[in-house]
């Protein structure tokens, strides 16, 4: 643009008649300052539209173990309680670190950063793997819902069919979670890149930040599914 | 290259560089598909949309045509569950819900708030190309023989029994899904954090609160509808019963999680139609529209209030007697903001000295249908008159009140209103004039019958009826057969003045509000220089006032 | 910093400065992990009807902690206060209204 903007004439000293761009501005914000409280806030909009994503299994989960208690109880026991337990300390465990690397990015912190975020990924990936283990197990005993479900309830025949349900939800819940982390982990992967790059600062951290709103978002989920699916007496 | 007369723009100063507009600012097939520009992404989409408008509409009269004789003779009951399931679709998801926060949302919002494009312009594409592959999965189906579940796809028959394609079709609804919600999330973003200095809440137009308040539908009811339809075809892969009765499901769970999505969808349909008319009437009453506050926190109470209804769709589906009391109460209560607003735009135009062009033909046609849909809606929410039309063509007519007689005359009235913005060229004005007319005399002659066919006992969704309703069938296919020919005049004059309008120049109806500031096309940053606001939204006194002088001085 | 301060229309201003102690963040991790073991804890011992609550009241706490302090909710603009709270109000009325239906329906006719 060939005239200073209304805003320039309003705002002597500011913005690009006297600084130069920084390269990561977008050209339809006028600064730094917008473009970040924008992108957050998007983040978070997109947040909340995953917590009614999640919501809705959540509420067809309730329903369906109002009606079914004992059958619930029953799936349940076919959990490992010890590798949930484990597996949620190293989900908090990634959120810690990606809560630092958020710091360090805020700090200018370009080796730390960076190191924060392959921690996170690696805690995700061993995440993903123990998951894997578990399902893995859980096929291996018939218990993967459809014409694959070969368990039969011994004890309570009756309750069958209802495990049969508590592991589909067993199974769509931990998978759309798996999935999520999946995605983030790939995200983390970029921006390991991006931090090692040198992309981070003080001016510039957002990226950063929205990457730790997604990340604890899907810690969240974790942290009422393992007592409703784990912990079930 | 078209030029722009760069006119009475009353507060920007005309630009000394050459007139380059978003049209032509790049040319070729490349510098479309992948824009950032919300103008030209909002030009895909109106593309797009019109094409499975033109769908759903071919669909749509193949049904009216079966229905003119009680036999079922065109069509085997089979194709026609196809073609009433394929309307319903096509219409749903990727006409009516897109139509006008895809196209005319994504072209004016941003003008609007005096930005230069929405906040992430790449989602804003991207959205776009979410949309057109959901889509394609669409007009696959169409194509490789159907689906016939209904646009609800209720369980255990779609799960279970249904042998068409099932699948395809709501993994399609599912990913077009997406492209509304980051529509959405766009908007909200833009209108929180990308007003121009000076334009505060309350001096926004209020389309911008009309759309604030979709998006908000759209961002926390759209997901339960995407986990809603994971679980459909999750159930009806693996055959197991998470719906299905015989295996231990549900199936009102089903149809609680879908409505808890479809019920709003309405409001996602309305509520950028109800967008629209409040420009146009205050654009042509050349007022400003009465009791501002109140219309604009109407759309608010629309959007939360309309969450609270959705069982009314359960009524006869085997619901807790206590729950059914509690949502026909509820769903009484919706009327309210809704009247509210027809309430203000009526009282607006008292003692106006209106201009009667055709986008204020479609604001009264949209104004007297959506009321009839609105206050037939009330009939439905009572219990006993529910249990007694339910699943009648009267609450087909109904429904299309409020979808066609409301969502389409008001998308056809801004699409008039800011056609010479969008392209640069006036429409012809006795040609539009007579298209409105034809489209209201054809929609009424339509759907009124349809109520009363509906009251006195015809299902719907059958491709045969009882001899003693023809007559009134007969009337309705006629009125669509005149429907017809009023949406396809515009979609032929538009297209006309592409190249022979006349000049449309910077404010062709003398109106207030940003988008009439910048030229005609706009330039592709919107405005040369950001705009500072300074005035409340339809300031017609002043803005007048102010004219006069100019001319004057 | 290279910014303009704020400008008295724009809604906009520089990034959100506030950088939390690095101490903060591994104190909320320690309080997380204290509540992880006690809700594997509380789930050992059998109380009843109380298990699912209590189970449910520990998730939500570690929620809390999770959003207002490593998600920096705590220090954001009262726009995100809104978010939050209104998209977890509209979960709430998922739940509440479909239970409506849910819990009503063995409830007498007369």
């Known amino acids: 643009m060939a005239n200073p903007t209304l805003h320039d004439l309003q705002h002597p000293g500011s913005e690009e008649a006297h600084v130069p761009h920084h390269p990561f501005l977008q050209h339809h914000f006028e600064d730094l300052g917008q473009q970040h409280e924008a992108s957050t806030l998007g983040m978070w909009f997109f947040v909340a539209q995953e917590i009614l994503f999640f919501g809705g299994i959540f509420a067809a989960y309730t329903v369906y173990r109002v009606m079914y208690p004992a059958a619930w109880s029953a799936g349940a026991h076919h959990q490992n309680w010890r590798i949930g337990f484990a597996n949620t300390i190293v989900l908090i465990a990634s959120s810690l670190t990606m809560a630092l690397a958020v710091w360090g990015a805020q700090g200018a912190k370009r080796k730390f950063t960076t190191l924060m975020l392959v921690l996170t990924l690696f805690l995700g990936m061993t995440f993903i793997g123990v998951k894997a283990f578990e399902y893995r197990e859980h096929i291996h005993e018939g218990l993967f819902p459809g014409s694959a479900f070969t368990y039969v309830d011994h004890e309570h025949p009756e309750l069958t069919r209802g495990v049969e349900l508590f592991m589909l939800f067993y199974f769509i819940m931990t998978g759309l979670h798996a999935l999520h982390m999946i995605i983030g982990a790939g995200l983390l992967i970029w921006f390991i890149r991006r931090s090692w790059r040198g992309d981070f600062g003080e001016e510039y951290y957002s990226p950063v930040e929205i990457m730790g709103l997604y990340w604890h978002f899907v810690d969240i989920v974790w942290i009422f599914l393992f007592p409703l699916l784990y912990l079930i007496h | 290259m078209t030029t722009t007369t760069i006119d009475d723009a009353p507060f920007i100063e005309p630009s000394a560089t050459a007139p380059r507009n978003y049209l032509n600012d790049e ?159 766009n908007f909200l973003v833009t209108i929180h954090r990308m007003r121009a200095p000076g334009l505060t809440w309350f001096r926004l137009p209020l389309f911008v609160w009309s759309m604030y308040a979709t998006s908000v539908v759209i961002m926390l009811a759209t997901p339960v509808l995407a986990i809603t339809l994971v679980l459909l075809m999750v159930e009806r892969t693996l055959h197991v019963g998470i719906f299905d009765p015989a295996l231990g499901g549900d199936p009102v769970l089903y149809q609680h999680m879908f409505w808890f999505y479809s019920h709003p969808a309405v409001y996602i349909m309305i509520l950028p139609g109800m967008a629209v008319i409040s420009e146009c009437v205050a654009a042509f009453t050349r007022k400003k529209i009465f009791g501002y506050k109140f219309v604009a926190f109407s759309s608010l ?253 | 910093m290279a910014h303009a301060p704020d400008h008295a229309d724009h809604v906009g201003h520089g990034p959100a400065h506030h950088r939390a102690p690095i101490g903060m963040y591994l104190a909320v991790f320690v309080a997380l992990m204290v509540f992880t073991v006690l809700t594997v804890a509380a789930s050992r011992v059998n109380l009843h009807q109380w298990n699912t609550p209590i189970a449910l009241a520990i998730a939500v706490i570690k929620a809390t902690l999770v959003i207002l302090w490593f998600m920096h909710v705590i220090h954001s603009p009262r726009m995100t206060w809104i978010v939050v709270i209104s998209s977890f109000l509209w979960l709430g009325v998922l739940f509440v209204l479909t239970f409506s239906d849910y819990l009503t329906r063995g409830w007498p006719i007369y």
């Open chain 2, 27 to 185: 040319y070729g097939v490349l510098s479309w598909l992948l824009t950032r520009d919300h103008k030209r992404i909002a030009v895909l989409y109106a593309i797009s949309v019109t094409v499975f408008f033109m769908v759903g509409g071919i669909i749509a009269f193949m049904m009216r045509l079966e229905l003119l004789t009680p036999e079922g003779d065109l069509f085997t009951s089979d194709t026609y569950n196809k073609l009433f399931t394929l309307h319903g679709i096509v219409m749903i998801f990727f006409f009516l819900i897109p139509a006008i926060p895809a196209v005319l949302g994504n072209f004016i919002l941003p003008i609007m708030l005096g930005a230069k494009d929405l906040a992430f312009p790449k989602i804003n594409l991207l959205s776009w190309y979410i949309y057109m592959i959901g889509g394609s999965f669409g007009i696959y189906v169409i194509i490789t023989g159907g689906v016939d579940t209904g646009w609800t796809f209720y369980t255990p028959f779609s799960t279970q029994y249904s042998n068409t394609h099932v699948f395809a079709v709501t993994l399609g609804a599912f990913i077009t899904g997406f492209s509304s919600i980051l529509t959405g999330l």
């Open chain 2, 301 to 553: 109470a629309i959007a939360f209030l309309g969450f609270l209804v959705w069982a009314h769709h359960l009524f006869v589906a085997g619901i807790s007697i206590y729950s059914a009391m509690v949502f026909s109460f509820l769903s009484m209560i919706v009327a309210v903001p809704s009247a509210i607003k027809v309430f203000n735009w009526t009282a607006t135009m008292y003692r106006a000295s209106v201009s009667w062009q055709t986008p204020m033909l479609y604001v009264l046609g949209f104004i007297g249908l959506f009321t009839i849909g609105g206050v037939t809606g009330l009939f439905l929410a009572a219990l006993g008159i529910d249990v007694h039309v339910h699943d009648s063509y009267f609450v087909v007519a109904h429904f299309h009140y409020i979808m066609v007689g409301g969502t389409i005359m008001a998308y056809l009235a801004g699409i008039h209103y800011w056609w010479p913005k969008i392209t640069g060229r006036m429409y012809p004005e006795w040609w539009a004039r007579l298209s409105a007319l034809l489209v209201f005399v054809g929609f009424n002659l339509t759907f009124f019958p349809q109520f009363l066919v509906g009251y006195v006992g015809m299902p719907r969704r059958y491709h045969a009826y009882a001899p003693e309703f023809q007559v009134l069938n007969v009337l309705s296919t006629a009125g669509a057969t005149i429907l017809a020919a009023g949406y396809l005049l515009p979609m032929i004059y538009l297209f006309w003045s592409l190249k022979f309008g006349r000049k449309a120049g910077t404010n062709p109806w003398g109106a207030v509000g940003l988008e009439w500031a910048t030229s005609s096309p706009p330039p592709k940053e919107n405005f040369h220089e950001t705009p500072v606001v300074t005035w409340e939204a339809y300031d017609y006194p002043a803005f007048l006032k102010a004219m006069r002088e100019t001319q004057h001085g």
